[in-house]
């Protein structure tokens, strides 16, 4: 089902009588979702909106993340939250996964960029929520809700973003020497100085990786201190800039886990885990591959491990029982007849 | 301003109930009178009621004993962080029970390697810096308030401030929260990590005005010092130049930590009040750029050049840290100034950027139908406004006048593609405004979250929603009770 308009979106819900999984691009789905019928945005597409002046950006859920890239590079801006550009991603399902990247650690998730919504719940209704300005609080904040719900709550047809200058210099700082739990360390020395890091990842055989940006004369002055600073966990080089958009690993051997934890935590994970694909979020993020349907057996944390390739979903430790109520009790309200839940 | 009439079945309750709660909380329960007249409105002075009985509990599983005495009698409770709400947000109504947090205020953990700290929800917001100064951090949101405004009450808001156009407003470093849900179950929502998995109801729950449990311990997000900061401040002849310069700033890529605001009617009333020495000009802009010194230069110089631009009056440019002080003092003085002229209501409708010429225009008219000045001072980097509507309360008609026009300007907000609050909140006072800016369809989903966290609508019920369309649910439950 691929309807053109969100109209036709709602009434197709609204006659819907199985289960239908909503898709973007179908990049992101986790092990269990797309099993209902697919019910694919991809023809609702198109920017409504861009005022590079007020850095808003509206867009129709099913146009590519490749597309608003380019329009937004035209101007000479980006999405700050740098999501990953695997092929075929649609803005929806971005805000669906609430997919962030490297540059998290500096300007917060997809959903702090994320300044609107429209949706269609699981009765039909067209939805809207939030609008194109950064500063609103008028009502409940349904957007921060709808992103990273993975469709279980409604269809998203449009979205509003708050868009980022592209930073005229940006500089990569690299530590070879360093394994990943080594890393943490270095990578915690940067983010907690006054250098204004936009990137603090991991990556095997290229070692811990610092990103900085900015005017060309702040860029190296912070590059400067930055050095000096690193200096005691090892020789700093270069760092190869393009690795920032590798660090969501693909195509791994086994199953994929995405860990996440304090950075201070990291280390005591890592020792209990085969070698990293990736650390990002300055350690609080670990990538790693086990073999099918094993489960990684961990010493008490604070975070959350999520399954994201493999056979069967599963996510560690188990929810809280007041969470899970309200979770399930959202969903129930937004989608009575249990149209997305697959 | 209307509220829902106090349920007569509670009132008759009053001594029991309170002798229920004192057996939770000894010492921290307030009913007599005299006393709860203290908690009879919060910063909106205008609407007044005051409560069936006022609680300060002292942590959270005290929180959750009140809540559940309170569920099982049915009895609507408001939260109360320091009662700085603009809006009305933690006004009472008679049956009501006030949770007041102001006791809570302890630092719980602060980790600098993980960078958050944990602190209670009753702590104010600048004490929240305080903690953490001297290790060379601070807690980015910055209200007008912050030197008293708590926590909780910046959560239930979602608060911002002049800084937030480079760091983001609460919901953006808020990292988790312990909330005690109405039934008096205690959950924890999102984590030092600030990703949890699930539904993020963490997101929801910032801003929601108290209406979906209450927060008694946040996990903040805290970021290093920059290393310095310096304020330039620019004239122009006209409201439209300056707007028209924001605009350019920002395309330009420049993101400097706050730009502000101010129109000649504001400027007159801070120099007299303050004597910052601002220049005669119709409209000024304090624009702030962070760093250490030499990225300062090298942003102020590409400010300087967009100025340039716009042929301004003067481009003053701070040389010391007095100077910078003396740029923000006017800005910072601002509604004291004001308030030293007339009676004013401050609005907090936000606009998209690029209509600010069209929306200033627009007040300007509507204050000329209406015969009462407005003076405009906002953040303008984000397109947050604050015109003040000046009239005297003293003199019949005046107020509800005001009211009518702060009605017609924030409808201007929403019709240019705004919304009717950035900052303050709903609560009592845009409450029936709801409807210009959102179709039954749209409230009637924001509703569907309150019932999944308060199925029986006891949470700071007649807030948010127009009184109307919350009715079937607030008294449909209560008959049914």
Known sequence: ?342 | MQMPPPDPRILARRDAIAARLREVVPGAVIDDPAETRAYECDALSAYRCPPLAVVLPATTAEVAAVLRICHQEGVPVVPRGAGTSLAGGSMPTADAVIIGLSRMNAVLETSFDDRFIRVQAGRTNLSVSGAVDAAGFFYAPDPSSQLACAIGGNIGMNSGGAHCLKYGVTTNNLLGVTVVLMDGSIVELGGPMGEAPGLDLLGVVCGSEGQLGIVTEAVLRILPKPAGARPVLVAFDASETAGACVAAIIRAGVLPVAIEFMDRPCILATEAFAHAGYPDCEALLIIEVEGTAPEIDEQLALIRDIAARFSPIEFRESQSEDESRRIWLGRKSAFGAMGQINDYMCLDGTIPVSTLPQVLAGIARLSGEFGLDVANVFHAGDGNMHPLILYNANKPGDLERCEALGAEILKLCVEVGGCLTGEHGVGVEKRELMSSQFSDIDLEAQMRVKDAFDPQWLLNAAKVFPLAVSAPRREGIRNAA
């Open chain 1, 1 to 342: 089902m691929r309807p053109e308009t969100e109209d036709d979106l709602s009434q197709l819900i609204r006659s819907a009588g199985a289960p239908l999984s909503p898709i973007g691009g179908g990049t992101r789905l986790h092990p269990g979702e797309g099993a209902g019928e697919r019910l694919n945005v991809s023809g609702l597409t198109g920017i409504t909106l861009y005022e590079p002046a007020a850095l808003t950006l509206v867009v129709r859920a099913g146009t590519t993340l490749t597309e608003v890239r380019k329009a937004l590079a035209a101007e000479g801006q980006m999405l700050a939250f740098e999501p990953d550009d695997r092929p075929g991603s649609t803005m929806g399902g971005i805000a669906a996964a609430n997919a962030s990247g490297p540059r998290r650690v500096q300007a917060g998730a997809c959903r702090d960029a994320l300044l609107g919504v429209r949706y269609v719940n699981g009765q039909g209704e067209i939805v809207k929520n939030g609008g194109r300005v950064m500063k609103n609080v008028t009502g409940y904040d349904l957007v921060k809700l709808m992103a990273g719900a993975r469709g279980r709550l409604g269809v998203l047809t449009e979205l509003s973003f708050k868009t980022a200058p592209i930073p005229p210099c940006s500089a990569t700082l690299a530590l070879p020497g360093l394994d990943a739990a080594a890393a943490v360390a270095a990578l915690t020395s940067a983010l907690t100085g006054p250098y204004d890091v936009s990137g603090a990842a991991w990556l095997p055989g290229q070692g811990a990786l610092i990103r900085i940006e900015g005017l060309e004369g702040s860029v190296a002055i912070r590059g400067k201190a930055l050095t000096e600073r690193l200096a005691a966990f090892g020789e700093v080089a270069e760092g190869d800039g393009a690795s920032w958009s590798r660090l969501v690993p693909q195509g791994a051997e086994g199953d994929l886990w995405r860990i996440i934890c304090r950075p201070s935590e990291a280390p005591a994970l890592l020792a209990a885990l085969p070698q990293p694909l990736a650390l990002d979020w300055g350690g609080s993020l670990i990538w790693v591959a086990l073999p099918a349907g094993e489960a990684p057996a961990l010493p008490a944390w604070s975070g959350h491990a999520t399954r994201v390739t493999g056979a069967e979903a599963l996510t560690l430790p188990a929810p809280d029982p007041v969470v899970a109520r309200l979770n399930a009790s959202l969903g129930q309200r937004f989608d009575p007849r249990r149209i997305f839940a697959s």
